[in-house]
């Protein structure tokens, strides 16, 4: 596929929330293949940064990753929910069933080719299972980015960036087993009162932050 004005932007940064709830989610489920989107504050034409900031993360699906209808009613329930707070969906993570498969399948590449098309900086984000511990040292991820031939190319580490402290952060959450916490949707159509954008997670993030602060 090869897609007119695509370009790579110059670095990607990941904040806390971001990384934890992929990682999380993975480790939730770690005899399945589990999927999500991240979150980006919307750019305006005259933005002059050349670096993407994926804010959050949104867990989708752990049962069927490639069931078309869910994906709809997922990605507009989610698209209305953080439109007022200036997100839009930048980008879909996957973390494969297998632990040395870190390769992106046919479900991830043209869902994360259909958030593209909305999103010029998309970024598709495959979880390396097997780096994926409880004593992180680096970050357990391939972000890629679409060239201007409309093909997949993974980011050079240097120009992927991780919020200081987050290894720290989710490494406890792991060891706090934590990720047993964590909501997807799936999660959600079993039961509504499970919150897929996950703001239980989200005041602990602060909480074991702003003790790192101190």
């Known amino acids: 596929m090869k897609v007119k004005g695509y370009k790579m932007s110059g670095d990607i940064s990941l904040a806390c929330p971001t990384l934890a709830k992929m990682l999380l989610h993975a480790a939730r489920y770690p005899q399945l293949a589990v999927s999500g989107v991240v979150l980006a504050q919307a750019r305006g034409g005259d933005n002059p940064s050349n670096t993407i900031t ?42 494969n069933e297998h632990i040395r498969d ?21 970024c598709l984000i495959m ?32 120009s992927v960036h991780i919020e200081a402290g987050t290894l720290e952060v989710i490494s406890q959450l792991l060891q706090r087993k934590v990720q047993h916490d964590v909501n997807d949707f799936d999660n959600h159509l079993d039961d509504l009162t ?18 790192a602060q101190d």
């Open 102 to 122: 870190n390769v992106p399948d046919f479900v991830a590449l043209k869902i994360a080719e259909k958030i593209a098309e909305n999103n010029s900086d998309a």
């Open 127 to 158: 979880v390396d299972n097997k780096r994926l511990c409880l004593n992180l040292q680096s970050a357990p991820v391939i972000v890629s980015q679409l060239t201007s031939e409309g093909k997949w190319k993974s980011k050079e580490k240097a």
């Open 194 to 211: 499970c919150d897929w954008s996950n703001p239980h997670i989200n005041k602990l993030l602060t909480t074991l932050a702003a003790a």
């Open 54 to 95: 994926l804010i959050d993360a949104v867990p989708l699906f752990h049962l069927q990753l490639s069931l078309a209808p869910m994906l709809e009613v997922a990605l507009t329930q989610i698209e209305q929910r953080y439109k007022s707070e200036g997100l839009v969906i930048a980008g879909y993570y996957q973390a």
